[in-house]
């Protein structure tokens, strides 16, 4: 299998030190967002749909999935993650399903609990929602987590040896 990357355009990026990037300089698959961001959710988004364009045109289920998954655990961290430091997404693109990368400073894994049908609530949703796209863990390190989904395409699923592997990655 090929990896495939594409980059946010540059220009987009008006600060490198603030808290929330798209990844890093030095990663053509990860660009800075602005700190100031009026939206950064939306950004996130945003730069997901720019990577999948190509994806886009063959499966577009794929790509709202992977937009939710994107919108859900961005806001996830920015709500939740405690810390100095920068909020990262990064998506690999593969021939059967895309993994999702968003790092954060916090350490702690987020409780994985499913709210009850009779809670109007509107918070503690977005982990469960992506874990119903796709298979979803966390990986905590000395400078904050990785949450991980990686999403198959439109009737694809993962082989329980593919899932192992995956699982058994320490990418952060």
């Known amino acids: 299998m090929t990896e495939t990357r594409t980059g946010l355009d540059v220009g987009q990026a008006a600060e490198q030190d603030g808290k929330l990037v798209l990844g890093s300089v030095e990663d053509p698959a990860r660009q800075p967002l602005p700190a100031e961001s009026a939206n950064p959710v939306k950004v996130a988004r945003s730069y997901a749909e720019s990577v999948l364009v190509e994806v886009a045109r063959i499966d577009a289920d794929h790509v709202d999935d992977v937009v939710l998954a994107v919108s859900e655990l961005v806001t996830n961290a920015i709500c939740h993650a405690v810390g100095e430091g920068r909020l990262s997404v990064r998506?690999?693109?593969?021939?059967?399903?895309?993994?999702?990368?968003?790092?954060?400073?916090?350490?702690?894994?987020?409780?994985?609990?499913?709210?009850?049908?009779?809670?109007?609530?509107?918070?503690?949703?977005?982990?469960?929602?992506?874990?119903?796209?796709?298979?979803?863990?966390?990986?905590?390190?000395?400078?904050?987590?990785?949450?991980?989904?990686?999403?198959?395409?439109?009737?694809?699923?993962?082989?329980?040896?593919?899932?192992?592997?995956?699982?058994?990655?320490?990418?952060?």
Do not use: C, M, N
């Open 91 to 172: 998506l690999v693109v593969r021939p059967r399903w895309t993994h999702l990368y968003v790092t954060d400073p916090d350490s702690t894994v987020p409780q994985t609990t499913q709210p009850g049908d009779d809670d109007l609530s509107l918070s503690g949703r977005g982990v469960p929602i992506v874990g119903q796209l796709g298979l979803l863990w966390f990986v905590p390190s000395e400078h904050g987590k990785t949450a991980h989904a990686v999403i198959t395409r439109t009737g694809e699923k993962l082989t329980d040896e593919e899932r192992e592997a995956l699982i058994r990655l320490q990418i952060v």
